[in-house]
C-alpha cells in the first residue's frame, strides 16, 4: 500500500477539487435566472393588431386568438396591451373598399389613420407602428402598382408609399414600417417625412423580408392575398443571405432607423447576420403567421406545451440577435411572463 488513490480514484478526486462543472449554476431556478444570459420581457414584444373598417370584430380561423378588430374595439385593445407591458402595436387596415390604386391607403380618413387617433388618445405611452403597404388596399392584393402585365412598378409606388407614410405620421403615429421590399422606399419616405416637418417620425424597415410560405394564415386574416402572380419578383428569395446584408445595407444609407427580418424562425441565422453587421440599429424580428399558427395546431392536439414552446421561441429569437420581436403570441406571453417573475 503506498497511499497512492487508484486512476479511477484519483480522477474523482481531481474533478471534486477543481474540474469545471457547468451545472453547479443550473442548480436552483434563482441561479438560473442570476446568470441567465438572454432575457424577454413584455417590453420586448410588439403585438400586430388587423383593424377592420365597416365590419363587426371578427375571428380568423386559421390564426386561433387573434380577431379583425373594428375601430370601436380599440380603446379597451389599446388599455389592456398597455396593462400587459407590451412594447408597442403593429397596426394593419382592412378597408371596406379596394381600388386597383390603393387610394384609401393614403386617406385622411382611412382605418389605419383612424385606428392612429383612437389609439392616440386611448393610451399616449403605447407606441404605435404603422405598417406601409399597398397590398391590404388594392383589389389586386400587389404591394404596390402594377402595369398591363401585372409587374409591381417600383418608382412610381414610391410616391404612393410616401404619401401613404406622412398620412399615417399626420394621424399620429410613432414609427412607420414600409414592407414592400420596393427599391428605394425607404430613400422616399423620409425625404416625404422631412418635407412635411415630420423629421421626429422614425422608420422601421422591413428591409430583409422573403418571399416566405409562412405568410399563408396572414394574408387570409388582412384580406390582401394576390389576385394574380406572386410577390417573388421584390421579396427575398429564401435561398439567398448576402442579398439580405445588401438589403439592409442600403436601407440603412436611406436612412432607416431600425430594421426588421421577416420570418423569424427559418432566418434566425439573418437576425444574427443583420445584427452583427448594423449594430448602431435596434433590430426587429416578425414571428409571422404561419409560425403561430403550427404551434397553435400543434398545442391544439396536444402535441406541444404550448406556454413553454412560445416562450423557447421567443427567447430564441432575441438569442440570434433580436431587440424587439414583433409576434401574434404577444398577450398570452406577457401574462405568462408575469406569471413566472
Known amino acids: 500500500m503506498t497511499g497512492v488513490p487508484e486512476r479511477g480514484a484519483l480522477d474523482a478526486l481531481r474533478l471534486r477539487s477543481g474540474a469545471r462543472r457547468p451545472r453547479r449554476l443550473r442548480r436552483t431556478p434563482a441561479l438560473r435566472r ?75 380618413d382611412g382605418v389605419v389613420q383612424q385606428a392612429v387617433r383612437t389609439l392616440r388618445a386611448a393610451s399616449p405611452e403605447l ?34 408609399l410616401a404619401r401613404i407614410a406622412v398620412s399615417h405620421a399626420e394621424a399620429g403615429a410613432d414609427v412607420v414600417a414600409p414592407s414592400g421590399m420596393i427599391d428605394g422606399m425607404v430613400g422616399a419616405i423620409r425625404a416625404a417625412l422631412d418635407a412635411d416637418g415630420r423629421e421626429q417620425v422614425a422608420i422601421l424597415s422591413y428591409a430583409v ?8 394564415p396572414f394574408r387570409d386574416a388582412a384580406e390582401g392575398a394576390p389576385a394574380f402572380g406572386d410577390r417573388r419578383s421584390h421579396q427575398l428569395d429564401v435561398a439567398n443571405a448576402r442579398e ?27 437576425v444574427r447576420r443583420v445584427s452583427e453587421r448594423f449594430p448602431e440599429l435596434p433590430l426587429a424580428a416578425y414571428n409571422v403567421s404561419g409560425e403561430y399558427a403550427m404551434v397553435k395546431a400543434a398545442a391544439a392536439n396536444g402535441w406541444l406545451d404550448e406556454r413553454e414552446t412560445v416562450l423557447e421561441i ?28
Open 34 to 108: 442570476l446568470v441567465r444570459e438572454t432575457t424577454l420581457d413584455p417590453g420586448d414584444l410588439v403585438y400586430p393588431l388587423l383593424v377592420v373598417e365597416g365590419r363587426g370584430r371578427t375571428p380568423v380561423p386559421s390564426m386561433p386568438g387573434i380577431d379583425q378588430l373594428p375601430l370601436a374595439a380599440l380603446e379597451a385593445e389599446a388599455h389592456e396591451l398597455a396593462e400587459l407591458g407590451i412594447g408597442a402595436v403593429l397596426l394593419f387596415g382592412i378597408p371596406a373598399a379596394k381600388d386597383p390604386l390603393g387610394l384609401e391607403s393614403h386617406a385622411d
Open 244 to 270: 439580405a446584408e445588401l438589403e439592409a445595407a442600403l436601407d440603412v444609407a436611406e436612412g432607416a432607423d431600425a430594421l426588421m427580418v421577416k420570418p423569424a424562425l427559418g432566418y434566425l441565422d439573418l
Open 127 to 160: 407606441v404605435v407602428i404603422t405598417d406601409v403597404c399597398l397590398c391590404e388596399y388594392t383589389d389586386h392584393g400587389h404591394c404596390g402598382l402594377v402595369d398591363a402585365d401585372g409587374y409591381v412598378l417600383n418608382d412610381e409606388t414610391l410616391e404612393v
Open 209 to 216: 423580408k422573403y418571399a416566405s410560405a409562412f405568410y399563408g
Open 314 to 341: 421567443l427567447t430564441s429569437i432575441r438569442r440570434a440577435g433580436a431587440d424587439l420581436v414583433v409576434t401574434y403570441h404577444a398577450r398570452e406571453a406577457a401574462r405568462w411572463l408575469r406569471e413566472q417573475a
